[in-house]
């Protein structure tokens, strides 16, 4: 089955910075990665995602880069922002078929 | 996210007990999703089912069992025979038209066994 790992674990920032988070997959059959955050306590929230068929898409200071020959997709994040303190969790799945999602990564942002 | 429901919020269970959890969707999504949270984890497949009355094992789908008579309904029962059943649940839904197979998630049940 798919295996997803997800990279750092946790990451601090200072304000207005920007954040990458790292993942990469075993499945090259896979088509379709999202993004979710999650606050604590609370469901994952779906923040971006892209398709195999697209190298990469950006909503406003969101975006994501896949590299289907390596295997691997990144989260960009720009001008970090105190409110996007989260868990970020990466995911991997063949259309309608279960997500397989990384471990997460707890994004810090530092005043 | 709003038209995925669960119930209940919290629920406590001893051991030796099988316990239901809830999930509806009014979405007139195809299909449905069952995901187990641990803490500092990430998210975990049940089970899922793309159609009614069908359904399929994901990765930890032992001592648990699922029923999709209804497009809206994907309860997900929790048996005496999970070991370690204490976790957060999480049901989503999902429309699956090839374009865009965006998961949407509830609010989740958080499940404690004494």
């Known amino acids: 089955g798919e295996n997803v790992e997800q990279h750092p674990s946790t990451l601090s920032v200072q304000e207005g910075d920007s954040a990458v988070i790292k993942c990469t997959y075993s499945d090259s059959a896979s088509n379709y990665f999202p993004w979710y955050k999650q606050e604590l306590g609370k469901r994952p929230q779906l923040i971006i995602d892209i398709r195999s068929n697209v190298g990469e898409k950006k909503d406003q200071r969101i975006a994501v880069t896949l590299n289907k020959t390596a295997k691997h997709f990144s989260l960009h994040i720009t001008e970090t922002q105190p409110e996007d303190s989260a868990v970020y969790f990466c995911?991997?799945?063949?259309?309608?078929?279960?997500?397989?999602f990384g471990k997460g990564t707890h994004l810090i942002i530092q005043p | 996210d709003g038209g995925i429901t669960q119930s209940p919020k919290y629920l406590f269970r001893k051991e030796g007990q099988n316990v239901t959890l809830s999930c509806e969707q009014n979405l007139n999504h195809d299909a449905m999703y069952w995901y187990r949270q641990d803490p500092g984890q990430g998210l975990r497949l049940i089970y899922y089912?793309?159609?009614?009355?069908?359904?399929q094992k994901g990765d930890i789908a032992e001592g648990y069992s699922v029923s999709r008579e209804k497009k809206e309904s994907f309860p997900l029962t929790v048996t005496s025979a999970q070991k370690n059943p204490t976790a957060f649940y999480l049901c989503?839904?999902?429309?699956?038209?090839?374009?865009?197979?965006?998961?949407?998630f509830g609010p989740g049940t958080r499940l404690t066994v004494l």
């Open positions: 995911a991997a799945t063949i259309s309608a078929d279960g997500l397989t």
């Open positions: 089912s793309q159609i009614v009355n069908d359904f």
């Open positions: 989503a839904s999902s429309t699956w038209t090839g374009d865009t197979d965006t998961q949407y």
